[in-house]
């Protein structure tokens, strides 16, 4: 038995688009996470263990993702090579697929802008759902994830600059808490308690409301205008303390 028409019984092709339609309601993080960039850190020489210039090119593309990107994420948060943005709201009807790749495309090209990188960049993507009080333990979440990532990356910074090579140092720090990280540095005169706060919790990067004096053409009078601002806080509370936690809830 013969078709009646060409390419008849086929999958037509929007339906081939599996994920298209998968969508998600708010409030949600979209985490970006850097790819491959301890070649970045290479080429650039990046000083190690950390290097401001890249924090401060990582809250460049915090800002732009919250002023000129169209998606409109409430706040960033963001440490080594990573970004957490929250959303009450959602563009693209909540589409998964295009939230995510609108977002790491985005950043990577504001990363590379913000570098002056002569190399492609990438960031991968993935949605987090939360609620609002979810949204406080997901932050105080990464928030731990940045002290376990800044005592490694001194510890191993220190083995290496002793001799060892990275693979030799990853296997000696395998199974070391953060307890015995801190006591390690500690024994070398570093405490890593009282290292930059940027390193050790992060950076937020959030709009604030600010007043400004304004000229008010009718009138004649200088009046007082409110605006908002995008502020960048390097010296954050823990998120999982009260300070942190009446932080958080004050930007959602």
Request: charged content about 25%.
């Amino acid at each position: 038995m013969t078709r009646s028409a060409e390419g008849a019984g086929e999958v037509p092709m929007e339906k081939r688009e599996l994920f298209s339609r998968l969508a998600m309601f708010p409030p949600v993080f979209v985490r970006l996470d850097g790819r491959a960039f301890h070649r970045l850190a290479r080429i650039r020489n990046f000083r190690k263990p950390f290097d401001d210039r890249f924090s401060d090119a990582m809250c460049t593309v915090c800002t732009a993702l919250l002023r000129d990107s169209g998606m409109n994420p409430l706040f960033a948060y963001t440490f080594s090579d990573e970004i957490s943005l929250f959303f009450d709201r959602l563009p693209f009807d909540g589409r998964v697929e295009k939230i995510d790749s609108v977002c790491a495309s985005f950043a990577a090209s504001a990363l590379a802008l913000a570098l002056d990188a002569s190399a492609p960049l990438a960031f991968d993507a993935r949605v987090v759902a939360v609620s609002p009080e979810a949204a406080v333990e997901y932050l105080a979440f990464r928030q731990r994830e940045a002290w376990r990532n800044h005592c490694n990356a001194y510890c191993q910074h220190a083995l290496i600059s002793e001799g060892m090579t990275s693979r030799q140092a990853a296997s000696a720090l395998k199974g070391t808490g953060s307890p015995g990280m801190h006591e390690m540095m500690f024994s070398r005169g570093i405490n890593l308690a009282q290292t930059p706060a940027w390193e050790r919790r992060g950076v937020l990067v959030c709009r604030a409301a600010v007043e400004k004096e304004g000229y008010n053409p009718i009138s004649g009078e200088t009046v007082t205008v409110a605006r908002r601002e995008i502020r960048v806080n390097r010296d954050l509370p823990l998120f999982s303390e009260p300070d942190g936690i009446a932080l958080i809830r004050s930007l959602m």
